[in-house]
Nanobody
Framework: QVQLVESGGGLVHAGGSLRLSCVTS????????MGWFRQAPGKEREFVAA????????VYADSVKDRFTISRDNAKDTVYLQMNSLKLEDTALYYC?????????????????WGQGTQVTVSS
């Protein structure tokens, strides 16, 4: 059974940091690009970051570049999102997902398996 389980969300003050984790099961993870997306209330789901299997290639949304870092530990079947200098506008439900095209997809339709999400709330 394919599962992606996110954790690490929470309430943080603006300027603070959080580290999200996404643990996968089954053969979800092997050799695939993994990505993070987020969705704020009343808004569409948006791309945050993606990382290839080797970790050698990453891509970020302009809104998080230089503040967020995506990484992965293939031995642990886990992908991470380190979020620093958090802003109010980073408040959202954060999802990890697998890129079925195995590229560095920025659109949700390129991803086939999704977790349930972890809530990040940034307060002033």
């Amino acid at each position: 059974q394919v599962q992606l389980v996110e954790s690490g969300g929470g309430l943080v003050h603006a300027g603070g940091s959080l580290r999200l984790s996404c643990v996968t099961s089954g053969r979800t993870f092997d050799y695939y690009t993994m990505g993070w997306f987020r969705q704020a209330p009343g808004k569409e789901r948006e791309f945050v970051a993606a990382i290839t299997w080797s970790g050698g290639n990453v891509v970020y949304a302009d809104s998080v570049k230089d503040r967020f870092t995506i990484s992965r530990d293939n031995a642990k079947d886990t992908v991470y999102l380190q979020m620093n200098s958090l802003k109010l506008e980073d408040t959202a439900l954060y999802y990890c997902a697998r890129d079925r095209t195995n590229g560095l997809g920025r659109t949700a339709k390129q991803y086939d398996y999704w977790g349930q999400g972890t809530q990040v709330t940034v307060s002033s």
